[in-house]
DNA sequence: CGTGAACTGGTAACGGTTTTCATCTGCAGC
DNA sequence: GCTGCAGATGAAAACCGTTACCAGTTCACG
C-alpha cells in the first residue's frame, strides 16, 4: 500500500546492477553512461535492459529524468519521493534536493492569474557548487 | 550598441520567411511544423535552413527554445528580451510570458544557503488555458 | 522436472538534428 | 548595371540517443 513501484515482476541481476549503480551515484547520468560503467567494472549489462530499467524506475517515481539541452535523457535516484526540485552543479553534475514552497505558491498563483488550470511545473536550478569553484580551475 | 544580434550577415527570402512566420505563431512550435507550414502555404524553405535560423535567431536571444520531454526543441519568439518564463496550454500551446520575482529570489537563496554560485535557472509551467479547458472535450 | 510468463540483449529501425558539399545568390565594390 | 565571392541554400547522408523487434534465457510455481 505504501509503495506504488510500478516496477518489474522480479529481481534480476541486471535490475539490481542498474538500481544499485544509480543509487550510488550523486548527480544525474546518462543511460549510456551508466551502460558503460557498468561495463568496465566486470558485472555488464545490455544497454536495452539499462533503459528498460530506468524507464521501471522513473514509472515507479524513485527516479527523476530530465533532458539535457541537446536532448540527451539524465536520470537521478531522488532520496525524497515527494515532489522537490534539483540544484545541480554544472561542472561536477552533483545535485541538491531542495523544496520550494515559494515556487509553488508562485506557480500556482500565476497559473490562476491568467485562467489555467490543472498546472503542473519544472524547475530546475544550475550553478557552480563550492567544492568546485573552489577546486582546480578549468584549466586544458 | 542595443542589438546584440548575432544574426546573419545577408538578408534572404528563407530567413525572413522562418522569423516572420515564428513571429505569426503563439506558442512553441518544432523546425518540421514550422518546415512543413512553410512549403504548405508555397514558399517553401530547406528543413536544414529552417533549423540554420532558428539556431541563429536563439544565439541572438530574440527566441527561447526548450526541449519536450521526448527530446524534440520547441522555437518561440519572444515579445519581452528580457529574462521571464512561460505559462503554456498543455492543449493549444498558447503560452504567456510571466516574469516572476519571488522565483528569482528563492533561486538565488537557495542556492546562496547551498553555497553555489554563477547560478542560472529554467522554470516551465504547464496547464490549461481558460479557453481549452471550456471548450470542445478531447474526445476522439 | 516441465511449463510459461518475465526478462535479456544483439541487431535493426526510428526520428530529430547536424554535417557535408555542390550549387546558388545577395551585395559590396567597381 | 556588371562581377566576384563570401555567405547562404538544400538534398542527401551521417549522426546519435532511444526504441522496437524477436529469438534465446531465466525463474517461480505446480
Ligand atoms: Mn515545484
Ligand atoms: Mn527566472
Ligand atoms: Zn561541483
Ligand atoms: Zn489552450
Redesign the pocket.
Known sequence: MTTARAG????????VAVESLLEASSGFR???DLHAELRRRGD??????V???L?SLVDGGSVDML?TV?????YRQCADSRHHHHLVCRRCGTAVEVSGQAVERWAGAVAREHGFTDVDHTVEVVGTCGECSAGPAPSS
Open positions: 518489474r515482476a522480479r529481481s534480476t541481476r541486471q535490475g546518462s543511460a549510456q555488464a549489462v545490455g544497454l536495452t535492459t533503459y528498460r530499467h524507464q533532458r541537446d536532448g540527451e535523457a539524465l
